[in-house]
T-cell receptor, first 113, second 113 residues
Framework: GENVEQHPSTLSVQEGDSAVIKCTYS??????FPWYKQELGKRPQLIID?????GEKKDQRIAVTLNKTAKHFSLHITETQPEDSAVYFC????????????FGSGTRLQVQP | NAGVTQTPKFQVLKTGQSMTLQCAQD?????MSWYRQDPGMGLRLIHY???????DQGEVPNGYNVSRSTTEDFPLRLLSAAPSQTSVYFC????????????FGPGTRLTVL
């Protein structure tokens, strides 16, 4: 089955700096890669996703890039703000078999004011 | 729409007790799943269902049962609780295919003594 690895496990940045979180996946059949943000005590919520026929997607301060050849994808947050502090999870899934999301282990992002 | 709802929010069990975690969605989603979240391990799939009457095992199914008698409801049963089942449990749903947005419920925090 799919295996997703996520790095780093913790990331501390100064307000206004950029943050980058990287994930690798193992199943070449995976074709959907969402990113979720989870604030303390809350449910995970989708912030951005990318499909395998696209190399990059941007939504205001958030962008995701995908390299299918290398089987890795990354989340980029620019001009970080204290409210960006949360745990971020990447995930991957093929549209075959279980079609279930396999999640990375999460990155705790701390934005220092 | 209430989205994905879960009850209870918190539960404390003694080893050997059984209980059912409830999950419901009002979005007419075909695909529903249960995850457990443990520190440093992301979200791991317990069971999933692609539609009413159809369920299958995920990554960590031992000690849990599910059923899907209606499209709306997907309860998770702990047969004989063990301390290793102490975790936060999230129910999730999506319309159908893997690329549909997956929505999470608010979670149930379970402690087994």
């Amino acid at each position: 089955g799919e295996n997703v690895e996520q790095h780093p496990s913790t990331l501390s940045v100064q307000e206004g700096d950029s943050a980058v979180i990287k994930c690798t996946y193992s199943d070449s059949a995976s074709n959907y890669f969402p990113w979720y943000k989870q604030e303390l005590g809350k449910r995970p919520q989708l912030i951005i996703d990318i499909r395998s026929n696209v190399g990059e997607k941007k939504d205001q301060r958030i962008a995701v890039t995908l390299n299918k050849t290398a089987k890795h994808f990354s989340l980029h947050i620019t001009e970080t703000q204290p409210e960006d502090s949360a745990v971020y999870f990447c995930a991957a899934t093929p549209d075959t078999g279980r079609r279930a999301l396999t999640f990375g282990s999460g990155t705790r992002l701390q934005v220092q004011p | 729409n209430a989205g994905v709802t879960q009850t209870p929010k918190f539960q404390v069990l003694k080893t050997g007790q059984s209980m059912t975690l409830q999950c419901a969605q009002d979005m007419n989603h075909e695909y529903m799943s249960w995850y457990r979240q443990d520190p440093g391990m992301g979200l791991r799939l317990i069971h999933y269902s692609v539609g009413a009457g159809i369920t299958d095992q995920g990554e960590v199914p031992n000690g849990y049962n599910v059923s899907r008698s209606t499209t709306e409801d997907f309860p998770l049963r702990l047969l004989s609780a063990a301390p290793s089942q102490t975790s936060v449990y999230f129910c999730a749903s999506r319309l159908g295919v893997a690329t549909d947005t997956q929505y999470f419920g608010p979670g149930t925090r379970l402690t087994v003594l």
